[in-house]
């Protein structure tokens, strides 16, 4: 059974320091992997998706890493803002039962300060 | 492109009645919508996919007979919480597909369902 773990699972920073969210999981045949922000009381934005056949994905002051052989995952958000503040969630697309899912990681809630 | 909506936003219902989420893909069509669930500060748990025209696939723990989902057309799906009680109290979340694999999910903004 895939689990994925997250850590921290919170974070509490000041405006400007780059930061390291760290996602880990124990079954390393998956199709994707992908973050996302969630806003308190609200849905899931879509960050950064990385094919299995892929290490890293950029956007803007975002960046991901993937290593399936250790079974990690590394969001990079540089330059932080308070707008920044929300939980971030990695997800792994697997095969199962007929359709590709979702298995999701508990989240790491960040706080940027000003 | 690729919007999913979802209604309504908030609903608070007596235990023992029913209440029902709708979800819409408003600018394509999607072939698969999956339903999870959150509760306060944990993670998304998947419930169940559902195919238009055919019956939805739920994950192991899940009540089908209890969290009723009918996807009759390409652009909505529907989740009905059947006699819901306070621990069906819960943040609901669709999110749709184009294609059966499930490549890239497309996300509703959630339904906060609250049972008195």
């Known amino acids: 059974k895939q689990e994925v773990t997250q850590i921290p699972a919170a974070l509490s920073v000041p405006e400007g320091e780059n930061l390291v969210l760290n996602c880990s999981f124990t079954d390393s045949a998956i199709y994707n992997l992908q973050w996302f922000r969630q806003d308190p009381g609200k849905g899931l934005t879509s960050l950064l998706l990385?094919?299995?056949?892929?290490r890293e994905q950029t956007s803007g002051r975002l960046n991901a890493s993937l290593d399936k052989s250790s079974g990690r995952s590394t969001l990079y958000i540089a330059a932080s803002q308070p707008g920044d503040s929300a939980t971030y969630l990695c997800a792994l697309f697997m095969f199962s039962g007929g359709y590709n899912k979702l298995i999701f990681g508990a989240g790491t809630r960040l706080a940027v300060h000003p | 492109g690729a919007v999913v909506s979802q209604h309504p936003s908030w609903v608070i219902c007596k235990s023992g009645t029913s209440v029902k989420i709708e979800c819409r893909s408003l600018?394509?069509?999607?072939?698969?919508m999956f339903w999870y669930r959150q509760f306060p500060k944990q993670s998304l748990m998947l419930m169940a996919t559902?195919?238009?025209?055919?019956?939805?696939?739920?994950e192991q723990g899940v009540e089908k007979d209890k969290f009723l989902i009918n996807h009759a057309s390409l652009t909505l799906s529907t989740l009905t919480v059947t006699s819901a009680h306070p621990e069906d109290s819960s943040f609901y979340i669709c999110?749709?597909?184009?294609?059966?694999?499930?490549?890239?999910?497309?996300f509703g903004p959630g339904t906060r369902l609250t049972v008195t």
């Open positions: 990385i094919q299995s056949s892929q």
């Open positions: 559902s195919n238009e025209g055919s019956k939805a696939t739920y």
């Open positions: 999110s749709a597909t184009t294609g059966t694999s499930g490549y890239e999910q497309y």
């Open positions: 600018d394509f069509q999607a072939t698969t």
